[in-house]
């Protein structure tokens, strides 16, 4: 069984920045990679960032990219999402997840434990 506790949501304005944290229990959180996923009103939910288990590699998507920076740290069994820059569009339910031991994935298939979800959202 694992938990995945959420915090750093919230309102910001166009332009400015947030930091997402997700502090995992109950496993190993070095032995898998690690997450963020988001949903947007009336929009299906999309990959944002994946990092490797020893944070030796990440992966972004594209409408993120130089922008989002995730990054983890294992001793506190925390991951984390930078976000800069940040657009009206960025506007979502965010959401940290576990992923394979493995590899860096962006399809939801992929990941097995989820967190809660928090409201991101940035004004104009």
């Known amino acids: 069984q694992v938990q995945l506790v959420e915090s750093g949501g919230g309102l910001v304005q166009a332009g400015g920045a947030l930091r997402r944290s997700c502090a995992a229990s109950?496993?190993?959180?070095?032995?898998?990679?690690m997450g963020w996923f988001r949903q947007a009103p009336g929009k299906e939910r999309e990959f944002v960032a994946a990092?490797?288990?020893?944070?030796?590699?990440?992966s972004y998507a594209d409408s993120v990219k130089g922008r989002f920076t995730i990054s983890r740290d294992n001793a506190e069994n925390t991951v984390y999402l930078q976000m800069n820059s940040l657009k009206p569009e960025d506007t979502a339910v965010y959401y940290c997840?576990?992923?394979?031991?493995?590899?860096?994935?962006?399809?939801?298939?992929?990941?097995?434990?989820w967190g809660q979800g928090t409201q991101v959202t940035v004004s104009t």
């Open positions: 997840a576990v992923g394979p031991r493995s590899g860096l994935w962006s399809a939801e298939s992929r990941y097995s434990y």
């Open positions: 109950g496993r190993s959180f070095s032995s898998n990679s």
């Open positions: 990092i490797s288990r020893s944070a030796t590699s990440t």
